[in-house]
Nanobody, 124 residues
Framework: QVQLVESGGGLVQAGDSLRLTCSAS????????MGWFRQAPGKGREFVAA????????YYADAVKGRFTISRDNAKSTGDLQMNRLEPADTAVYYC?????????????????WGQGTQVTVSS
């Protein structure tokens, strides 16, 4: 089994940048897609970005396209979400997740392992 832990959240101002990291442990030799989701207060969990196992494909939600960049380093068992030009609407708890399938899934039910989440707050 794979375990995931997010880090890098915090409080920033609108226009600032923040980098989230997802560290994997356990059976990290397994092939899995990595995704980032977020959940704002009173809202459902929302897809943000995904990257496939061999780093050949990425997929982004329209709301973050052009501002966020997903990456991963399988040798280090880590994945990053670089967030630029942050907006107050990006305020949420951010989760990384693993999906043991090919491609870049965007539905939360396709992901079977989740981290505990990290808070990102963007002030105006």
């Amino acid at each position: 089994q794979v375990q995931l832990v997010e880090s890098g959240g915090g409080l920033v101002q609108a226009g600032d940048s923040l980098r989230l990291t997802c560290s994997a442990s356990g059976r990290t030799s397994s092939s899995y897609a990595m995704g980032w989701f977020r959940q704002a207060p009173g809202k459902g969990r929302e897809f943000v970005a995904a990257i496939n196992w061999n780093v050949a494909r990425t997929y982004y939600a329209d709301a973050v396209k052009g501002r966020f960049t997903i990456s991963r380093d399988n040798a280090k068992s880590t994945g990053d979400l670089q967030m630029n030009r942050l907006e107050p609407a990006d305020t949420a708890v951010y989760y990384c997740a693993a999906a043991f399938r090919a491609g870049v899934p965007s539905q939360s039910y396709e992901y079977t392992v989740w981290g505990q989440g990290t808070q990102v707050t963007v002030s105006s």
